[in-house]
């Protein structure tokens, strides 16, 4: 719940904290490794309650975006996950793939997606690719994040765009990014889908008219 998020990682740091304090030895860097992981939780599930009020009072925009730009300046970004360099990255996106949206949910929802497809990589194959696609075809921006991952159980898939829900129980995020992803595409008038397997991997894929309604 978001009170239970909210305190969670605060209650954790006042403990470590405290222990902190009463450590004769003073171990600093056990605290300070453990005392971040928290600030980092924090941080993440409060840009998300940032982003879904911004997703439902925001009007939708009509901008010129290159979706190849976009995905590159989204991917910059992220280079504070570590496991960003550990995976290979297969884009197929063309450089003339532009289309008149809402900048910043769709910086939303590709942030989004991507960011699921680094932490769920499967980083003990020995291939851990992610693949992002994009095309326009007959009116439709169809746009996919497909990876070689963890996967997720057919019985999961209906669920994971729910609030609050995490398919996998050491995922240090919120499980609001799917939630919030989902809102924003609703929004945008598109739809969201999801393909995955255990073990093998997962694709999600965002499509949205181009004609005007
Ligand atoms: N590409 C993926 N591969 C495997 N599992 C995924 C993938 N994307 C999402 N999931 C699963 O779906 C759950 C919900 O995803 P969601 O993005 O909503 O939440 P989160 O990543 O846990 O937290 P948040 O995005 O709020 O930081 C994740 O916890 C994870 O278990
Ligand atoms: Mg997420």
Redesign the pocket.
């Known amino acids: 719940s978001v009170s239970h998020d909210l305190k969670a990682p605060l209650s954790s740091i006042q403990g470590l904290l405290n222990v902190a304090r009463l450590d004769k030895n003073n171990n600093a860097s056990v605290y300070y490794d453990r005392i971040e992981k928290s600030v980092d939780k924090l941080d993440?599930?409060i840009k998300?309650i940032i982003d879904f009020s911004k997703n439902s009072r925001l009007e939708l925009k009509q901008e010129k975006i290159n979706v190849r730009d976009l995905v590159e300046e989204v991917k910059e970004g992220l280079s504070y996950l570590n496991e960003k360099n550990k995976i290979k990255w297969l884009d197929e996106i063309p450089a003339d793939v532009t289309i008149i949206s809402d900048k910043s949910r769709l910086i939303f929802i590709v942030n989004?997606l991507i960011?699921?497809?680094i932490?769920?990589a499967d980083l003990t194959k020995k291939d851990p690719y992610v693949k992002i696609t994009a095309k326009i075809e007959k009116g439709n921006f169809i746009f996919a994040?497909i990876?070689n991952?963890?996967?997720?159980e057919k019985q999961y898939h209906k669920k994971?765009?729910d609030m609050f829900?995490?398919?996998?129980t050491y995922?240090t995020?919120?499980?609001?990014?799917?939630?919030i992803?989902k809102e924003s595409v609703m929004k945008l008038g598109g739809e969201i889908e999801i393909q995955?397997e255990l073990k093998l991997g997962?694709t999600?894929t965002f499509t949205m008219s181009l004609q005007p309604k």
């Open positions: 993440n599930f998300d989004n960011t699921n497809a932490r769920y994040v990876d991952g963890q996967g997720i994971i765009f829900y995490r398919a996998n995922s995020g919120s499980g609001l990014g799917l939630y992803v995955s997962t999600i």
